[in-house]
């Protein structure tokens, strides 16, 4: 597969393709979410072949998965020399090294001097679950504070944290009890109503967290946790003030509340720095993430203070997390993210930032162009005046990229994310930029 740029070469879908889709129709749950007839055959770097030939740019990654590209020849080669060594044991009833060595490496590089420690699970929903487990167990509170947009993973746990969908949750009640939503501090959707191009105040902690939430419905002493993502993922990739999350930092401090970033979709580098929240310079009790952690491989890992991870053997396992090939991969992974390529996501991040900047200018259909890193979010609008939002635009964005041989996807209402492999260069960056701006003005024309 020697290119770095589209190919396509078939109608789309292809035959092959269109094999496999009837099979899948058949066979496979209906609740899955398919954007487009994409059926991918291999993948490397940042192309995706699928079944007939055709060759596409990915800037989806397995929904923010392959942090360091499709097949990475140094993971693959990590992967394939432990696979031929031990490739289960359970991490939970007996002991080897790649477990305890990528503790250790998740303690340093987590935000904290404290000490920590490390629970292994298989996804983020899982990940979710344990720190809401942690937080329960040390804090013995019940309740738990998070925000609307937020998606944090679809086992009952995180579901109940969960409230960027409402087809998510329906017909699954009733969910986890305790659990309150406020409004995200959205600054192009001020939550006070401000109609500054960009609200920069904190709105949600002072306001409704503290002097209405917890003086009418939610007494603070039965808060065991504020779970938030540092930029909101499915909600809309969402960037928050910079002050929220210090804002919620004190509020936690204040009322012996612990405070858990779920750094699933934003962590593992795809900020321009390891982790979303060090931007904004605040440290959790917990932060959780998945996701990007193995270049596609399932894992997902929970750090908390030490202290706080004071429950006893049996009080909480996971036969898979930590499989000894998804800490080899893992290990890997962020020896590439810390050698080049969190620096390659800062980089191409401001580099594709500074060409879209104007395009509310240029297209009238976007309200707002937002990001960290290669984590960013176009918004597309119904008019940039009520600012309302324009989700059949948005659909019909990704479904015409897919025919010119982008891979993108939606979140949010109707905002189009980028979220590439890190390791993207200028030119598939620049192919990105063209298609989707010739997208919008097909679009509006």
Not at 15 to 21: R, S, T
Not at 50 to 76: K, Q, R, Y
Not at 359 to 384: A, N, T
């Amino acid at each position: 597969m020697e290119t770095k740029l589209p190919r396509i070469t078939t109608p789309l879908p292809g035959p092959e393709a269109q094999k496999i889709l009837a099979l899948d129709k058949q066979f496979v749950s209906p609740s899955y979410t398919r954007d487009y007839p994409l059926v991918a055959k291999r993948g490397q770097g940042a192309i995706v072949e699928d079944v007939d030939g055709n060759c596409f740019l990915d800037f989806a990654s397995g929904i923010a998965v392959v942090s360091t590209g499709h097949c990475h020849p140094d993971v693959v080669r990590a992967i394939q020399k432990q696979a031929e060594t031990l490739i289960h044991m359970s991490g939970t009833d007996f002991y080897y090294p790649l477990l305890a060595q990528l503790a250790e490496k998740m303690a340093r590089i987590t935000p904290g001097t404290f000490p920590k420690r490390v629970a292994f699970g298989n996804s983020g929903a899982e990940a979710v679950e344990a720190a809401m487990k942690i937080a329960r167990y040390h804090t013995k509170r019940h309740r738990f504070i998070a925000f609307l947009g937020a998606f944090h993973g679809r086992t009952f746990g995180a579901l109940s944290l969960t409230a960027s969908k409402a087809v998510q949750r329906r017909g699954f009640g009733p969910l986890l009890s305790g659990v309150t939503h406020v409004t995200y501090a959205n600054p192009y959707r001020c939550p006070a109503g401000h109609r500054a191009p960009e609200c920069v105040c904190d709105c949600v902690c002072s306001e409704m967290i503290e002097r209405q939430l917890f003086k009418t419905a939610v007494p603070p002493e039965d808060v065991a946790a504020i779970v938030v993502e540092p930029i909101q993922g499915e909600g809309g990739y969402v960037v928050p003030p910079p002050g929220f999350l210090d804002g919620l930092r004190r509020l936690a401090d204040k009322y012996g509340i612990l405070l858990i970033f779920d750094e699933v979709q934003c962590g593992m580098g795809r900020t321009g720095k390891m982790w979303a929240c060090e931007h904004f310079g605040v440290v959790p009790d917990i932060l959780v993430t998945a996701k990007g952690i193995a270049s596609g491989l399932p894992l997902g890992v929970t750090v908390a203070r030490a202290d706080l991870m004071n429950w006893g053997p049996g009080a909480h396992a996971s036969t898979f997390g930590g499989n000894p090939v998804a800490c080899a991969a893992a290990l890997e992974t962020i020896r590439l993210l810390e050698e080049k390529y969190i620096a390659n996501a800062a980089r191409l991040g401001e580099y594709i930032m500074g060409r879209i900047a104007d395009w509310p200018h240029k297209h009238r259909v976007v309200g707002q162009v937002r990001g960290r890193g290669l984590m960013i979010g176009i918004e597309l609008v119904k008019s940039q005046e009520t600012r309302e939002p324009n989700p059949e635009a948005r659909n019909k964005v990704i479904a015409r990229a897919f025919e010119q041989g982008l891979l993108i996807l939606g979140c949010g209402e109707s905002t189009v994310r980028l979220m590439p492999p890190l390791l993207i260069d200028r030119e598939q960056a620049d192919f990105a930029v063209d298609v989707l701006d010739r997208c919008i003005a097909e679009l509006e024309h």
